[in-house]
């Protein structure tokens, strides 16, 4: 297999297919149906792609970064390649600006609560460690139970079915109710928390260029959305500080942040929070989702895995090096003159780095497009980054996306495509269709082995 298969998604998209480099366009309506013919591209004739104009200040540019070794050494090097809310954060604290100031300016409580909790990097790395890491970083195995009941009831809706449309009923609740139950919110609330969930990736989905630049009116709406999500956090905190219960939101009620050597307020709270559901949704369905397309791409690697779950891990690491879930961020700043690849980048340039597109480099990863259960450092992809900043969640999508085909692994016998699909993917940054129908059989005799048991994270 070359590529991302081409379905009808191909042809219906309104941007045609890059045949040259001047056809590129990985931001426009319709890219995400041609992003892996555009990385071919990309690869043979422009690794570094020079955006003119697309830097954050007037006169500066963007470069998108597609080659593994690139992406690599800035992600692992945040004092030359600061991130770019790092620098605003740390600007306005260095200004003496209050979280609440923060709040009130910008109306993100994410941004609110870094600018209190980690303004330097330094703090980053504390305040990962101390307030997040215990719950779906280093902690994220302490999770396998509840998962599995989770993946376990969601298939008990539709087992009888022989077909499901997949992400509605397993892909999509699934990271819901680990997600809620986590924070301690009430399984009842997630059509709510999923609308909140739905606004906060605003930017991503419905922004446009490699900025996701939103426009005023679009930007309203969302806050719009947004309306209520804060006062219902502030209700979860007043109500756990009365009467802790073992989950994230009483943790991070009660925790002694030691970095700053205090309590956290109800804002700051409410800014983790915030992360927590912007992060933790929607990547972790595209990746169960994706992966579901490439068993049924695949003949006979179900079966293959239903006898042998210690290449589960392996096929869900493939699965998001092949088709990662999070495309491209323009996240990274250069600090000083740069080179990649033998092209100049100016200190003050933004970078945009394309984490698809470094996953599928065939001078790191030999026969990209082969699906390798026994590749060699499965896990050297950069899906969710690497070094540093990795992803605060990556364990935790790790244990949910290993749980989830444990289940589905012993219950079911084998799946394919059904009727209807057509493939379109959603617009914005996220590579995931908006549907995608399967056939299965369900088995006569179920295994118990998708119970955590083979669980890895290291
Ligand atoms: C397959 C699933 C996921 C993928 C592909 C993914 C990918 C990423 C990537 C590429 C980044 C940027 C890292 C960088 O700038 O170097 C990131 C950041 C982040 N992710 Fe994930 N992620 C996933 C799941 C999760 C989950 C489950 C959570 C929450 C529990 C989460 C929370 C976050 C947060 C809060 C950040 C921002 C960290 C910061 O401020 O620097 N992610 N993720």
């Not at 993946?151 to 499901?164: S, T």
């Not at 990547?283 to 695949?298: I, S, V």
């Not at 493939?318 to 600090?335: A, K």
Request: glycine share 8%; hydrophobic share 40%.
């Amino acid at each position: 297999m070359a590529s991302y298969p081409k379905h009808i998604n191909h042809e219906r998209s309104p941007m045609a297919c890059p045949v040259e480099l001047a056809d590129v366009d990985l931001f426009g309506v319709g890219a995400q149906e041609h992003w892996y013919e555009a990385y071919e591209i990309l690869h043979r004739e422009a690794p570094v792609l020079r955006l003119a104009g697309g830097g954050v200040t007037p006169g500066t540019d963007a470069f998108v970064l597609t080659k593994h070794a690139d992406v690599a050494r800035v992600v692992k090097d945040p004092e030359r390649f600061p991130t770019l809310t790092q620098t605003r954060v740390g600007g306005w604290a260095a200004e003496g600006m209050s979280a609440e100031d923060t709040f009130t300016k910008f109306r993100s409580l994410m941004q609110a609560s870094m600018v209190s909790l980690r303004p330097t990097q330094e703090l980053y790395i504390r305040h990962r460690k101390e307030l997040t890491d215990p719950w779906v970083g280093t902690g994220a195995m302490r999770h396998r139970e509840m998962i599995t009941k989770h993946a376990n009831d969601l298939l008990d809706e539709w087992i009888d079915d022989g077909e499901v449309e997949f992400i509605s009923r397993f892909a999509r609740p699934l990271p819901q109710r680990v997600m809620a139950t986590i924070l301690g919110f009430p399984l009842a609330d997630i059509p709510q928390l999923a609308e909140w969930g739905d606004a906060v990736v605003t930017p991503f989905v419905h922004g446009s260029g490699h900025k996701h630049e939103m426009a005023p009116e679009q930007m309203t709406q969302m806050l719009g959305r947004l309306e209520g999500f804060q006062d219902y956090i502030y209700e979860h905190v007043r109500a756990k500080r009365l009467d802790p219960q073992d989950d994230m939101v009483s943790f991070l009620c009660d925790v002694h942040y030691d970095a700053l050597d205090r309590k956290l307020t109800d804002l700051e709270i409410a800014g983790i929070v915030h992360a927590m559901i912007l992060g933790g949704l929607e990547t972790t369905q595209y990746a169960l989702e994706e992966q579901a397309q490439l068993l049924c791409e695949r003949p006979g690697m179900f079966e293959q895995l239903r006898h042998d779950r210690s290449k589960v891990r392996a096929f869900t690491e493939e699965g998001m090096r092949m088709r990662s879930p999070t495309h491209g961020l323009s996240t990274r700043i250069t600090s000083r003159d740069e080179e990649f690849q033998g092209v100049t980048v100016p200190a003050g340039s933004l970078l945009h780095l394309r984490f698809g597109a470094a996953n599928v480099d065939a001078d790191e990863f030999e026969c990209p497009f082969d699906l390798d259960l026994d590749r060699v450092g499965v896990t050297r992809h950069v899906a969710f980054s690497t070094g540093p900043r990795v992803c605060p969640g990556a364990n935790l999508s790790r244990v949910e996306q290993q749980i989830a085909w444990g289940v589905l692994l012993d219950r079911i016998d084998s799946i394919e495509y059904g009727e209807g699909n057509d493939w379109m993917h959603q617009p914005g940054i996220m590579l995931g269709t908006l549907r995608l129908h399967l056939r299965f059989t369900r088995s006569d005799s179920p295994m118990t082995l998708g119970t955590g048991r083979n669980i890895s994270i290291a």
